[in-house]
């Protein structure tokens, strides 16, 4: 079994291009089946999501071609509704075809989603919007089957109880073929939809308000292929940034927009790094030891987001004095926590509360991944530990972070992957 092998305490230093986002790309790419013909998708990054992602869009009847971070889907032959469960089961994110489905053809067929283990993650604001919109969807060994409905599919107006992303994303594509006017209230604000509204404009759809709580789609017209470029990953980005404050050092990230990591930002100035930003760029001094900071409450955004979390509770954990993180938008999110201990760490877990006592510097041990952010969150402690870390259960990290070995070594940490 692979792992990485970190030897700590190396500072960082030097530029990186952040990638394009996991959180945009998929949504991106189940867009593309709406729009008959060659969706041109760049700055597409390469994690086993979006390789799942295109598996399914093949099985589908799509052509799906990689030409370094571009991606070229043709959707004009999509001939199947239904996704089988082996490919439904790598990826939580995958329900997102739902909407996209019913939206060409009316009709889709899935088995219930995985993804990471972040506690239960049900997925009924997405089938009782979709029931709104006039589909009827009724389980049948396993699968989730959906279709419209007899008086077919039309605008309404959907009031969320929570700012889902997913299902905010899912209701925009149902609704472009949905003919009339749908309008999503209490809409998830993270950045990630306002590129998938960019998106779907681009594909000549009427899609306003991503970015507030209320969008409006005014579905039915027939939808063009287009051309696009992805919005920088914000998530990548925090981890890098919490690196360099783990380890110390300089970094500067490129293609990444400060404004979608205020509230990250905000906490590693408070912890005592010296952040510089441009228009598509962010600049980190890291101090010679982070001190605690204010509580950290995890929201929807603007607030500080959920994937940040273990990264950043990472590096204050080799840091000095005491923070308190609440974690509110999912269960079972301190996965990392009992691995960290095992570097040193000091951190009491309540409920959603965990109380990070910082012991100064942690230490490397063999640790492993227990999910995606917590895997990236387990490299970010290693990076600023003393001795030898390894890190397994790479899978997990792959699904969200391409080449970060590679991007850390270019960064002067001594890291290595062993097969
Ligand atoms: C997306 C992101 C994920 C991020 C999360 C929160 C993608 C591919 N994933 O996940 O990285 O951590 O947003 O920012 O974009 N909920 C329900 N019923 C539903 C749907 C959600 O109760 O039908 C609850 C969830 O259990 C959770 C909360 O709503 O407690 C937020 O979940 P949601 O915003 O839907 O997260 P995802 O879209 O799954």
Sequence with gaps: ?????????????????????????LPILAACLLAPGQSVIHNCPDLSDVSVTLDILRLLGCRADREGDTVLIDASALGRSDIPEHLMREMRSSVIFLG????????????????CELGPRPIDLHLSALRTLGAEIWEEQGA?????????????????????????ENIMLAACGCPGLTTVVGAAREPE???????????????????????????????????????????????????????????????????HLTAVLTCLEEAGCTIHTGPDRIALAGGPSLRSISPVRTAPYPG????????????????????????NIFDSRYRHVDELRRMGADIQVAGRAAMVSGVGRLHGAAVRSPDLRGGAALVVAALGAEGTTQVSGLRHIRRGYQALDKNLRALGADIREVP
């Design 1 to 25: 079994m692979s792992y990485y092998e970190i030897q700590g305490g190396r500072p960082l230093g030097g530029t990186l291009a952040i990638h394009g986002a996991k959180n945009s790309v």
């Design 100 to 115: 996209a489905l019913l939206a060409r053809l009316g009709t889709a067929e899935l088995s219930y989603p995985g993804g």
């Design 144 to 168: 989730l089957c959906c279709c419209r409905g007899q008086g077919g599919l039309s605008g309404r107006e959907i009031c969320l109880s929570i700012p889902s992303v997913g299902a905010t």
């Design 193 to 259: 939809i306002i590129d998938l509204q960019n998106f779907l404009r681009s594909l000549g759809a009427e899609v306003k308000g991503a970015g507030t709580p209320v969008i409006a789609i005014q579905g039915g017209a027939s939808l063009h292929p287009a051309e696009y470029r992805v919005m920088g990953d914000r998530i990548a980005a925090a981890t890098y940034l919490c690196g360099a404050a783990a380890a110390g050092g300089e970094v500067e990230l490129t293609g990444v927009l400060p404004d």
């Design 304 to 327: 500080f987001p959920t994937d940040a979390q273990a990264v950043l509770m990472a590096a204050l954990a080799g840091g000095e004095g005491a923070t308190l993180f609440v974690e």
